[in-house]
């Protein structure tokens, strides 16, 4: 194989997500599940999210660890930019109702800008084809909290109001993942008000 071609190579698996994803095209199953925004519980349906436009949904491990805190934090600073590009977004774990009530309304973190849903089984993420890892015991969040729970894979689906899949974006660093869903979505606004 051509040396110059490795890294190439090599740079277009490392982006590529874990586990076979859902794709661009397909249509992203419906889900209804409790969710937190601003420490509050409260019913979240994607198919309801959908009818106000795009949604931004993004799997990750687990609230209050290293990378997931970086997401977060991220996706509520640029939460106004998502909103006027008529998105809205939902982070999705396998982290309990609770530990999202705390997460969602850290201001380090979603700020209380930034709605959180648990998906305690995995049951949403294995619909949208994701890994579930299981909870490695003894292993603490950031806090020094016992996490029980098992990870699902980070990985963003912008998901337009017809239910369809636009983007799915995996391997990346959580920040770039905020970058690449922001300017998905941006895109999307642009091409429908040319």
Do not use: W
């Amino acid at each position: 194989m051509n040396r110059l071609a490795i890294p190439g190579l090599i740079a277009a698996l490392i982006n590529l997500p874990a586990h076979a994803a859902l794709k661009e095209g397909d249509t992203a199953p419906d889900f209804n599940t409790p969710a937190s925004l601003a420490g509050k519980a409260f019913n979240f349906s994607l198919r309801d999210a959908l009818q106000k436009g795009p949604v931004v949904v993004y799997f990750y491990p687990s609230a209050y660890t290293g990378g997931c805190n970086i997401q977060a934090h991220t996706f509520a600073v640029n939460h106004d930019k998502f909103t006027a590009a008529g998105a809205s977004i939902i982070g999705v774990s396998l982290d309990s109702i609770a530990r999202l009530n705390d997460f969602s309304a850290d201001p380090e973190y979603c700020a209380g800008k930034v709605a959180v849903a648990s998906d305690p089984d995995g049951k949403i993420a294995k619909s949208y084809e994701l890994s579930i890892r299981e909870a490695t015991p003894g292993k603490k969040d950031s806090r020094g909290v016992d996490i029980d729970h098992g990870f699902a894979e980070r990985t963003t689906f912008i998901v337009t109001p017809d239910g369809k899949i636009a983007a799915t974006l995996g391997g990346l660093k959580p920040a770039e993942n905020v970058e690449k869903s922001l300017e998905t979505v941006q895109k999307l606004t642009a091409a429908k008000h040319p």
